[in-house]
């Protein structure tokens, strides 16, 4: 769980980053589908975000994915993360791309930018992708 220093609650902000970055991804192949938006909760909640926080929490994510027009706005704080949980996020992120059960040219693009901005090696990334492609078949 990701915490705030300063009241041991979940930091919100953090959540809604990743959150955008979750919904970007969902979003690239002009797709956004309801199974989608599940294996989003899921990894929220996952995550440590609470039942309440949940749907503002997607609320807001949603605005700020629409209003941004580069990643770097989401990956900032999830690259100092540890690395199991960069991995966490980036298998929900390869479960919303397999979701349909195929990755089409811009989503494998955005994994391959999204690998060199959170500091994850080829050899994993492609370990972590071939997992979840073989769970979607």
Same mark, same amino acid.
């Given at each position: 769980?990701?915490?705030?220093?300063?009241?041991?609650?979940?930091?919100?902000?953090?959540?809604?980053?990743?959150?955008?970055?979750?919904?970007?991804?969902?979003?690239?192949?002009?797709?956004?589908?309801?199974?989608?938006?599940?294996?989003?909760?899921?990894?929220?909640?996952?995550?440590?975000?609470?039942?309440?926080?949940?749907?503002?929490?997607? &609320? $807001? @994510?949603?605005?700020? /994915?629409? #209003?941004?027009?580069?990643? *770097?706005?989401?990956?900032?704080?999830?690259? !100092?993360? %540890?690395?199991?949980?960069?991995?966490?996020?980036?298998?929900?992120?390869?479960?919303?791309?397999?979701?349909? &059960? $195929? @990755?089409?040219?811009? /989503?494998? #693009?955005?994994?391959?930018? *999204?690998?060199?901005?959170?500091?994850?090696? !080829?050899? %994993?990334?492609?370990?972590?992708?071939?997992?979840?492609?073989?769970?979607?078949?």
């Amino acid at each position: 769980m990701f915490f705030n220093k300063k009241n041991n609650k979940v930091d919100t902000n953090f959540l809604t980053k990743v959150c955008a970055l979750l919904i970007h991804a969902a979003k690239i192949d002009e797709n956004y589908t309801e199974n989608e938006e599940t294996i989003i909760k899921k990894t929220l909640l996952e995550l440590g975000c609470s039942e309440d926080d949940l749907y503002k929490t997607i &609320k $807001d @994510a949603k605005t700020i /994915e629409e #209003n941004s027009n580069q990643i *770097l706005d989401f990956t900032k704080e999830v690259k !100092n993360m %540890t690395e199991d949980d960069k991995i966490k996020i980036v298998e929900a992120l390869w479960s919303i791309i397999y979701s349909n &059960k $195929d @990755a089409d040219m811009y /989503e494998t #693009n955005l994994m391959r930018r *999204l690998a060199g901005l959170l500091y994850i090696d !080829n050899k %994993t990334m492609g370990n972590i992708k071939d997992k979840i492609k073989n769970q979607n078949l």
